[in-house]
């Protein structure tokens, strides 16, 4: 196994390690705060789902040579999967007691403009995107990498409208302003 190898798969580790305790923490929460409002409409299984087709995807690419990439592409896969964890976590617990899996909105819930959210309404999906995509990256494969980042976009941009809707009907123009002023994922681009 040489080195890309094993910093592919520690990161690979760390990510799903990282969202099962976050998840287990955010469930453990709203045991104690329940929520207001509660507004998934099924998106948190479209995200899920979607996600795991799209690296199954990938990897199936991968595994049969398809769209392969200079050798030095992975180890910025790496680089960009890093990224992808640190914003997502960093975002998630910038949250705290507010985040959900699912889009529910909290009592006492207020819009939060600092850090990461100064900018971006979503860094945890930006986040998660990054993971994704460094992920085929790493996976050396363009074709899958492409598949994943168009794929994962389009079922952010659906959790994000869901969410929005709810968050604009529970905090009213104090959202609606923060709309004003950011982005929804990419700074400069949406």
Known sequence: MNLHSILFWALWLVWIIMEIIVNLRARSLRKKFPATTKADQGSVWFIFGGMYVLILIAFFLAMNGIGLMPTWVPF??????????????????QLGRYFSSTVQIAPGQTVIHSGWYRNIRHPAYTGG?????????????????????????????????????ALVSHMGSSYSHYRQHTYHMFPWIW
């Open 76 to 93: 910025v896969g790496n680089a960009v999967m890093a990224l992808g964890i640190t914003m997502r976590y960093l975002a998630i617990t």
């Open 129 to 165: 995107w990054l993971i994704a995509v460094g992920l085929g990256l790493g996976l050396d494969t363009w074709v899958g990498t492409i598949i994943i980042a168009v794929g994962l976009f389009a079922i952010y941009r659906r959790r994000i409208l869901i969410e929005e809707q």
